[in-house]
């Protein structure tokens, strides 16, 4: 399986799975296990850079497909209900919601993934796809952060949580000494 044929996949996966998983909990449970398992399968097909590459693009093509296939067209069928005088389909705003909402925590990591190509300690380590998933984790908490702040929440025990973690992080990843 190509490169390319990999973003289709990635975004069929995660399109079925919204569609069709009705729990929040679930839906998150298995987003976060596919993208582990594309970090992984990625870390096996490609060197560590061209896998971060390559895991960011699929993020990156589910979040132009969000916008495009769901948002895109919720908003439009909104406008054309509004115009007609008549009851817009909640379920097609509340899809788009969702993706939305999908796509304000993949930003910071899909960002990550643009510019990890200069940062050879994260995808030079042992392991990478692992140093690429706890980035990941800790990018979308402080992505959370700051929607709970636009919320009016100001939950610096977050922030401080993701500081230790990418302290941590730093040190696991420090080159030893000579």
């Excluded at 990635?10 to 582990?36: F, P, Q």
């Excluded at 908490?141 to 990418?166: K, Q, S, T």
């Amino acid at each position: 399986m190509g490169h390319r044929s990999l973003l289709v996949v990635a975004w069929g996966v995660y399109d079925g799975l919204c569609r069709y998983v009705r729990s929040e909990l679930w839906l998150g449970a298995a987003i976060l296990g596919l993208t582990t398992l594309a970090a992984w399968g990625c870390s096996e097909l490609f060197a560590p850079r061209a896998s971060y590459l390559q895991v960011g693009a699929m993020l990156g093509t589910i979040m132009v497909a969000n916008v495009f296939f769901v948002i895109i067209p919720a908003h439009r069928e909104l406008v054309r209900a509004k115009q007609e005088g008549r009851e817009p389909d909640p379920l097609l705003g509340l899809r788009a919601k969702q993706r939305s909402v999908h796509n304000n925590y993949l930003t910071l990591p899909v960002v990550f993934t643009m510019l990890a190509g200069h940062f050879p300690l994260a995808f030079g380590a042992d392991h990478a796809w692992l140093v690429l998933l706890a980035i990941f984790a800790i990018v979308a908490a402080i992505r959370h952060f700051f929607n709970r702040w636009h919320a009016g929440r100001r939950d610096w025990w977050i922030l401080a949580a993701a500081g230790v973690a990418a302290a941590v992080l730093a040190v696991v990843l420090a080159p030893d000494e000579p």
